[in-house]
C-alpha cells in the first residue's frame, strides 16, 4: 500500500497570501495523484488530478505540480473560502487507493 | 443538477450489518464507476470500494475485504454498501462519489453525496 504523507499537519495563513502543501508518496505515483478540498461538515471536493490538471469549475489560483514521489498545491492568492482541509489521493497502485492525511489551512 | 444522496446511516450494534444506499440523479448512473469512501470522526479519507459502471467488477480495501459488498442496481439509479461483522472501527460517515471517467474507473471522485452517519455502538 503507498503511503502519503502532507506537510505540515496545520497551516495559519492571511487571505491573500501565496501558500504550498506538499504531498510525498512512499513510492513512485508516476502523476496520478489528486488533491481534494473538504470544508468542515461538507464532503471533499476534487480539486486537481493527475498532478496538474484543474477539476471542472476549480479556480485558477489552484495549481498542482510534480511527479514520482514529491507533489505540490499552489493556491496563488488565499480567499477566506479557501481555509479548509486539503487531502491527496493516489490512484496508481491500487486497491486500495490511499490518502494523505490532510493539512488544514487556518484563518490567521 | 448532479446529485448523490446517501441513506441508511444510524446506530447498530457491534457484530451486525448494514445496508447504505445512494440514490443518484442529474447524470446517466448507469455510466460512470461508483466508489464508496469513509471518515471516521476528526480523521481523514478512507476508500471502502468501488464497483465498475456495469457491475462487473468490484474491489474493496482492506479494513472492509471479506465482509462487505458494493453493489448497484442501474434501472433505479442506485448503489448500495453492504456491510458485515461491524465493529466500532466503522463507525464513521460514509460518501458515495462518483468516479470521474466515463465507462471506465481511474480512480478519482468527481462527484461527493453529503455522507450517510454509521455509529457502531452497544
Known amino acids: 500500500e503507498i503511503v502519503l504523507t502532507q506537510s505540515p499537519a496545520t497551516l495559519s495563513l492571511s487571505p491573500g497570501e501565496r501558500v504550498t502543501l506538499s504531498c510525498r508518496a512512499s513510492?513512485?505515483?508516476?502523476?496520478?495523484l489528486a488533491w481534494y478540498q473538504q470544508k468542515p461538515g461538507q464532503a471533499p471536493r476534487l480539486l486537481i488530478y493527475?498532478?496538474?490538471n484543474r477539476a471542472t469549475g476549480v479556480p485558477a489560483r489552484f495549481s498542482g505540480s510534480g511527479s514520482g514521489t514529491d507533489f505540490t498545491l499552489t493556491i496563488s492568492s488565499l480567499e477566506p473560502e479557501d481555509f479548509a482541509v486539503y487531502f491527496c489521493?493516489?490512484?496508481?497502485?491500487?486497491?486500495?487507493?490511499?490518502f494523505g492525511q490532510g493539512t488544514k489551512l487556518d484563518i490567521k | 443538477q448532479v446529485r448523490l444522496v446517501e441513506s441508511g446511516g444510524g446506530v447498530f450494534q457491534p457484530g451486525r450489518s448494514l445496508r447504505l444506499s445512494c440514490a443518484a440523479s442529474?447524470?446517466?448512473?448507469?455510466?460512470?464507476?461508483m466508489h464508496w469512501v469513509r471518515q471516521a470522526p476528526g480523521k481523514g479519507l478512507e476508500w471502502v470500494g468501488v464497483?465498475?459502471?456495469?457491475?462487473?467488477?468490484?474491489y474493496y480495501g482492506d479494513s472492509v475485504q471479506g465482509r462487505s459488498t458494493v453493489s448497484r442496481d442501474n434501472s433505479n439509479n442506485t448503489l448500495y454498501l453492504h456491510l458485515n461483522s461491524l465493529s466500532a472501527e466503522d463507525t464513521a460517515v460514509y460518501y458515495c462519489?462518483?468516479?470521474?471517467?466515463?465507462?471506465?474507473?481511474?480512480?478519482?471522485?468527481?462527484?461527493w453525496g453529503q455522507g450517510t452517519t454509521v455509529i457502531v455502538s452497544s
Open positions: 462519489a462518483r468516479d470521474r471517467m466515463i465507462f471506465g474507473v481511474v480512480g478519482n471522485m468527481d462527484v
Open positions: 442529474g447524470f446517466t448512473f448507469s455510466n460512470f464507476g
Open positions: 464497483i465498475w459502471y456495469d457491475g462487473t467488477n468490484r
Open positions: 513510492q513512485s505515483v508516476d502523476s496520478y
Open positions: 489521493q493516489q490512484r496508481i497502485s491500487w486497491p486500495p487507493y490511499t
Open positions: 493527475d498532478a496538474s
